[in-house]
């Protein structure tokens, strides 16, 4: 792709603006020559290339009508050693250095800013994509879930209380949250285990299946090659009968060797069917406490919803309380809030409907996580069980090849010893059928 490129020629371009280049990191190399860069403020944007050596921009209106570009050049852009083709002293680009000293103090100061914001938004993006595969990722984002476009809920922040009943919830929230991801985790990095130690008893059953297979096709291929060598040798004094009679041992043990191939691979689908049996249970052990731990924590939320409902309605029941008695100072409320506390059923009715809504999105989100983390589970299994179908399936048709291969070479070694004299048809009926028959 583009983005790996270390050697680029934009030369006489018409190129007025640099830009989509910051992309191309491992840029080592970069002519930008004849073009129309005319501003230095466009050489700052050469700083994002931190593998860049050598740059090219001669014949630009920056190069041709600007005294100070290369010192400019220097200072700003301190990873080249070669200027239009011309090594760099270290002497000069000092002293270009110090010349933009203060200037360069404010380039270095925001790209500090903008560099720990992109590491911050990295380690976020790659926290949530950990909660993602451990089918946790909502009880990170499940508070903003339940108040984002709440209407009711914006209404009611015009009264005093209420953001610190938000507040109090969040926090409480944070508690609940933090400790069961930190236990989801744990128990993710259970089921790699699991996942990690199945791959390898699999393996390691299919590693000493496979070899044993090999052994059992190499000492076939063994006895077919000395057995080709002896009729195919012109100075063999074996009679054609003798021939045959090689011919036929040979097929006898191809039909041996394919046998045993076949019972290896049928013990080696019985052996995978034992592993993931026991593989599914504890998969399934392992899917069913995450369910139950699914389950505990959106009824923690749920109180923890219900404690936030009550302690809100509990703020406008003392703020309708207080204006009956007229103990609320007149610029204490504003006007979305005295019109919600003058109407106590509006207000009750506004509290209500937010509880629902809340209510609503828990249980959704529940549903949700439920099916993910059962759907994970089916489709690792799935997975294993599809991929072991197809080898299964490769196998036998590679142990078929391997025997109609087989089979074609004995007759090949057969033709050539019939053009010494005999005729094909009495050689083959010397044969028995099964010799030929493909199987």
Do not use: W
Not at 266 to 275: M, Y
């Amino acid at each position: 792709t583009l983005t790996q490129l270390e050697d680029l020629s934009l030369y006489s371009n018409k190129i007025s603006v640099i830009e989509g280049l910051e992309k191309c990191t491992n840029l080592q190399c970069l002519s930008l020559g004849n073009n129309r860069i005319d501003s230095l403020d466009q050489i700052v944007k050469f700083r994002q290339l931190k593998s860049l050596r050598m740059l090219t921009l001669s014949d630009n209106p920056i190069s041709n009508n600007n005294v100070d570009y290369r010192n400019y050049v220097m200072a700003y852009v301190d990873t080249i050693k070669y200027l239009d083709y011309a090594l760099i002293d270290p002497i000069l680009r000092e002293k270009a250095r110090n010349d933009c000293h203060d200037e360069l103090v404010d380039i270095i100061e925001k790209e500090s800013v903008i560099a720990e914001k992109a590491s911050r938004e990295t380690a976020m993006e790659l926290y949530l994509h950990k909660l993602d595969d451990a089918c946790v990722l909502f009880a990170h984002t499940i508070f903003d879930d339940l108040f984002n476009e709440d209407a009711d809920v914006e209404r009611l922040k015009h009264m005093p209380g209420v953001k610190e009943q938000i507040e109090n919830f969040r926090t409480s929230f944070k508690n609940i949250s933090d400790d069961y991801i930190r236990a989801t985790l744990d128990k993710h990095e259970k089921k790699k285990a699991e996942i990690g130690d199945f791959d390898r008893a699999v393996k390691a059953v299919r590693v000493k299946d496979d070899l044993e297979s090999t052994q059992l096709i190499d000492g076939f291929n063994r006895s077919k090659k000395a057995c080709a060598d002896k009729i195919t040798n012109p100075n063999s004094t074996l009679l054609q009968s003798d021939c045959i009679r090689m011919v036929k041992n040979l097929q006898d043990e191809l039909d041996q060797v394919c046998d045993e191939l076949m019972n290896i691979e049928l013990r080696q689908v019985e052996k995978f069917e034992a592993l993931v049996d026991e593989f599914e249970n504890r998969l399934n052990d392992l899917k069913n406490e995450a369910l139950e731990g699914q389950q505990l924590f959106f009824r923690s939320i749920e109180d923890l919803e219900e404690k936030f409902s009550s302690g809100v309605r509990a703020v406008a029941q003392d703020l309708i309380d207080r204006l009956a008695r007229e103990e609320l100072a007149e610029d204490y409320l504003d006007d979305e809030a005295m019109s919600m506390v003058i109407d106590k059923d509006t207000c009750m009715g506004v509290l209500s409907a937010s509880h629902d809504m809340h209510i609503g999105r828990i249980l959704k989100r529940e549903d949700e996580a439920r099916g993910v983390e059962t759907k994970r589970f089916q489709e690792t299994m799935s997975n294993y069980l599809s991929l072991e179908s197809l080898r299964n399936r490769d196998r036998v048709l590679q142990v078929h090849d391997f025997s109609r291969q087989s089979k074609a070479s004995l007759h090949a070694l057969l033709s050539a010893e019939d053009e010494d004299g005999m005729d094909e048809d009495e050689a083959m009926g010397m044969m028995p059928s099964s010799a030929l028959s493909g199987k």
